[in-house]
């Protein structure tokens, strides 16, 4: 089903959390950023488990500024979930004019299209991250079953999902950024994404002004 649901972030997040039907959902957030996304499923569903992923030091800094207190509800973790276990370079992103702090766009993919499309964007020298596989990091958590994965990865999406294989089998919503523009070096298309998750449907799209985010379901369980 493509339904097209444009609205604001909180009332995506609020219709997400009418998905889930449940008090206590296992909430990941891969790409934290600063957990505004986090707080707002945290306000939503009190008792819900969230663990967040993030390896930028400045949206780091960022997120424990901002979490405060919930940092006993709301687990960081501060690694790059990939396709293996160790270290990549990761490319942090700065911008022009007034967005000259701008942390949003940084990526353990290399930057390609988005040099052009936002060209107030700029990448610095990259840093040296530690990244972790999803299927190993949840096998240690002893987590086995995954409520919601959301997703801010800026064109690592096939990464988190070579390296996820075993529990994306028992994850039953995935909520996800994407562009059919190769903003970064080997970015997936949509399709590309929905052909690697054959037991996924897709539920909704929320679009923005140039890409999309999109709400997928695991039809198996």
Same mark, same amino acid.
């Given at each position: 089903?493509?339904?097209?649901?444009?609205?604001?972030?909180?009332?995506?997040?609020?219709?997400?959390v009418s998905f889930l039907q449940k008090p206590d959902p296992v909430i990941l957030d891969i790409g934290s950023y600063d957990g505004t996304d986090s707080l707002r499923f945290l306000q939503l569903?009190?008792?819900?488990?969230?663990?967040?992923?993030?390896?930028?030091?400045?949206?780091?800094?960022?997120?424990?500024?901002?979490?405060?207190?919930?940092?006993?509800?709301?687990?960081?973790? /501060?690694?790059?979930?990939?396709?293996?276990?160790?270290?990549?370079?990761?490319?942090?992103?700065?911008?022009?004019?007034?967005?000259?702090?701008?942390?949003?766009?940084?990526?353990?993919?290399?930057?390609?299209?988005? #040099?052009?499309?936002?060209?107030?964007?700029?990448?610095?020298?990259?840093? #040296?991250?530690?990244?972790?596989?999803?299927?190993?990091?949840?096998? /240690?958590?002893?987590?086995?079953?995954?409520?919601?994965?959301?997703?801010?990865?800026?064109?690592? /999406?096939?990464?988190?999902?070579?390296?996820?294989?075993?529990?994306?089998?028992?994850?039953?919503?995935?909520?996800?950024?994407?562009?059919?523009?190769?903003?970064?070096?080997?970015?997936?298309?949509?399709?590309?994404?929905?052909?690697?998750?054959?037991?996924?449907?897709?539920?909704?799209?929320?679009?923005? /002004?140039?890409?999309?985010?999109?709400?997928?379901?695991?039809?198996?369980?």
């Amino acid at each position: 089903m493509d339904t097209r649901e444009p609205g604001s972030a909180l009332e995506v997040h609020q219709r997400i959390v009418s998905f889930l039907q449940k008090p206590d959902p296992v909430i990941l957030d891969i790409g934290s950023y600063d957990g505004t996304d986090s707080l707002r499923f945290l306000q939503l569903c009190p008792e819900a488990h969230i663990y967040c992923f993030e390896p930028d030091p400045r949206a780091i800094a960022r997120f424990k500024k901002n979490i405060g207190f919930n940092l006993e509800k709301i687990r960081l973790f /501060e690694v790059a979930i990939s396709d293996k276990n160790g270290s990549v370079d990761f490319h942090p992103s700065n911008g022009d004019r007034e967005a000259k702090d701008w942390a949003l766009s940084g990526s353990i993919r290399r930057p390609k299209n988005h #040099l052009t499309e936002y060209d107030w964007v700029r990448f610095d020298s990259p840093i #040296l991250v530690e990244t972790r596989r999803l299927d190993d990091w949840c096998a /240690e958590a002893k987590l086995n079953k995954i409520d919601l994965i959301w997703m801010d990865v800026q064109g690592a /999406e096939a990464d988190v999902f070579a390296g996820g294989r075993q529990i994306l089998n028992n994850t039953r919503f995935i909520y996800t950024e994407y562009s059919d523009k190769e903003l970064y070096e080997g970015q997936l298309t949509l399709q590309a994404m929905l052909k690697l998750l054959p037991s996924f449907e897709m539920v909704a799209q929320y679009p923005r /002004e140039v890409e999309g985010d999109v709400l997928l379901r695991n039809k198996s369980l």
